[in-house]
């Protein structure tokens, strides 16, 4: 009696496994599909420039009016001798940094201010990048009065510590001056301007179309990402899970995640040497605080 109760039960057995199959295959394949994971790619480091601006309190001489004459490049001739002076290198004259030191000035007459900020609140910085100067720093020394010279205004500017400091300034490569006459507050006296520069090309910045390259890259790899995960819903919903329909399917998306991965580590090799290019900017830009 116990056998055949047995055999009766092999026989349900059996049989729900038979009727029950497809549902049974399905379930497993549902646990047991595990498809492969869809990786992100990596950052790209920023270039930040923290840019540093020089402004010693404005320079006042209240010598009476005289037959006085000044000049741009006297000003520049004879900062550059006080330079020599300590061993320092001679700055160049930017045309840039010199459009900028004229409109400063020009503006100083016309609006009847004498200090580094103007009526609009705009500084050297703002001056210099406007007259499209790019710099890593930047330094202005201004002059209000009458002086004998040039010599003579240069060395007004050594005696005073802050405008002493952005004429010896070692990190300085470029100069820009502006020298004019004119009536302000009602005298007649010469604004000088000197803008100071150490232009952004003094390091080796990074590719910009290495740059663009991983932009349009990491653009291609979302478009991808976002078909693989479309291609994974659809795997996941197919019912039954087998037969030829779903192992094309399966075949499809592990084809095209292995070119995906592929792809990622290309974009990778492209991002280090972008991120090493970037830290070697850094330490040239930090370098010269």
Not at 11 to 24: C, K
Not at 104 to 125: P, T
Not at 223 to 243: S, T, Y
Request: proline letters at 3%; hydrophobic letters at 40%; one cysteine or more.
């Amino acid at each position: 009696m116990k056998k055949l109760q047995i055999f009766f039960i092999i026989l349900i057995v059996l049989g729900s496994i038979f009727f029950f199959w497809n549902n049974l295959l399905d379930i497993y394949n549902q646990f047991s599909l595990n498809l492969p994971k869809i990786k992100d790619i990596g950052e790209f480091l920023p270039s930040e420039i923290e840019k540093r601006i020089l402004t010693p309190f404005p320079l006042r001489n209240e010598e009476e009016e005289s037959d006085d004459y000044l000049s741009r490049s006297g000003v520049i001739y004879w900062t550059n001798i006080q330079r020599e002076k300590y061993g320092l290198l001679p700055l160049k004259e930017n045309i840039q940094l010199n459009a900028a030191a004229d409109i400063k000035a020009e503006d100083m007459f016309e609006n009847q201010y004498f200090a580094h900020a103007s009526l609009l609140g705009e500084g050297v910085a703002d001056l210099t990048e406007k007259a499209g100067y790019e710099f890593i720093i930047i330094g202005e020394n201004l002059a209000f009065g009458n002086f004998k010279d040039d010599s003579t205004l240069v060395q007004a500017w050594m005696e005073s510590e802050g405008h002493r400091e952005n004429i010896l300034n070692t990190n300085y490569q470029e100069i820009g001056v502006a020298v004019k006459k004119g009536i302000f507050e009602g005298k007649i006296a010469w604004m000088a301007v000197q803008h100071f520069g150490l232009p952004l090309s003094a390091c080796s910045q990074p590719d910009e179309a290495l740059r663009n390259e991983i932009e349009e890259n990491q653009n291609e790899v979302i478009q991808l990402q976002n078909v693989l995960k479309n291609l994974e819903i659809e795997i996941k919903n197919i019912r039954p899970r087998r037969g030829t329909s779903y192992n094309q399917k399966i075949e499809e998306y592990n084809l095209l995640i292995s070119k995906y991965n592929v792809f990622l580590k290309e974009i990778e090799v492209l991002i280090n040497s972008y991120n090493s290019q970037i830290k070697l900017f850094d330490e040239c830009v930090s370098g010269v605080r």
